[in-house]
């Protein structure tokens, strides 16, 4: 299965499916000689698993992270570290009705068509399952970026308690937006015309199943926003970059970081999973009807906040390991 690979330099690959025995990743091109805070990782791994509220899926796995290779002594070898994720509280019989009918809003009819087969069992590789692999990755760059002196405050856009039971009650879903600031990015950044940074950013959140639109800075604003209003007048520079009074471009010029916060907004539909009725087909194309029973998120937003944040994490690092190699003098240094 192709289209399991991001990045280059600091390159992660994620396998296994939803009711496989596990799912996992491997990280290539990590520096060697870092220092990893195993209790930050851990802590960090927390904020994906399903909360402790009506709104969660009531899946309950550990993820207690097991390092495999590219770690010794606590230290970083610059090797592939792989990291494994053993699915324990799989219920596979839940999905058996589900084996020849294809779920609104899910993978289940395009799998087919591209491969032929798939695993219905909680969706297989398409389960946001596989989103586990990517905050592993991504508490090992978080880490990196904040000694760095980079920084992530990452916020979610939700209808209320009161609005959220109401939508549970009603066996229905909801979506919401997650926005992550990142501050302490010097400028430079990211490559003129197909490689900009606001471009990888987008790849890398778009990635995350879920996520439908993707705005930097001002975003959609700007459709309504005159150049006087839009641009962010100069006030300053440092050698890290230049500081605007206002920050409608989001951090990014031309596709390069300026110094100023990097701002990603993200727009995730509502859990597809939901117990009302809906119409749609068989994998033979007879029409039927369909509630989908089991254990779902009434939203996913607070758990995917922690994703889309590990995906811009990746993302910087992997762009920061290749600045390294932007200049003649670098090679030299």
């Not at 110094?259 to 039927?288: C, F, M, N, R």
Request: glycine share 12%; charged share 20%; hydrophobic share 35%.
């Amino acid at each position: 299965m192709a289209g399991s690979t991001f990045g280059n330099n600091f390159r992660i690959t994620t396998w296994g499916e939803s009711h496989g025995p596990a799912v996992g990743v491997v990280i290539d091109g990590c520096p060697s000689g870092f220092l990893l805070d195993f209790d930050a990782m851990q802590k960090y791994m927390e904020r994906r698993k399903p909360g402790d509220n009506a709104h969660s899926t009531a899946r309950k796995e550990s993820d207690e992270i097991q390092i495999l290779s590219g770690v010794y002594q606590g230290k970083t070898l610059g090797t592939p570290i792989s990291m494994i994720f053993y699915n324990k509280d799989t219920k596979s019989k839940d999905y058996d009705l589900l084996k020849h009918i294809y779920r609104p809003g899910h993978g289940d009819a395009v799998y087919d068509y591209k491969y032929g087969i798939r695993d219905h069992r909680g969706g297989g590789r398409a389960s946001g399952r596989e989103t586990v692999c990517r905050v592993a990755a991504g508490s090992i760059a978080v880490q990196i970026l904040n000694a760095l002196g980079i920084h992530f405050t990452t916020t979610t856009a939700l209808p209320t308690k009161e609005e959220l039971d109401a939508i549970k009650q009603s066996k229905d879903s909801v979506g919401g937006q997650v926005t992550v600031a990142i501050s302490g990015v010097p400028a430079g950044l990211g490559e003129p015309v197909f490689d900009k940074l606001d471009a990888l950013l987008s790849q890398a959140v778009f990635s995350v199943g879920g996520v439908k639109a993707v705005e930097i800075g001002a975003g959609k604003k700007c459709e309504t926003m005159q150049g006087s209003a839009f641009n962010d007048a100069i006030l300053s520079k440092t050698d890290t970059g230049i500081h605007t009074r206002s920050n409608n471009a989001g951090g990014i010029l031309a596709g390069i970081s300026n110094g100023e916060e990097i701002l990603v907004s993200a727009s995730i539909k509502p859990t597809p999973s939901i117990g009302l009725q809906q119409d749609t087909i068989t994998d033979t194309g007879a029409p039927t009807t369909l509630s989908v029973s089991g254990r779902h998120d009434t939203t996913i937003v607070p758990r995917a906040a922690v994703v889309i944040e590990s995906m811009c994490a990746i993302t910087l690092l992997d762009l920061l390991l290749a600045q390294n190699h932007a200049r003649f003098s670098d090679l030299q240094s």
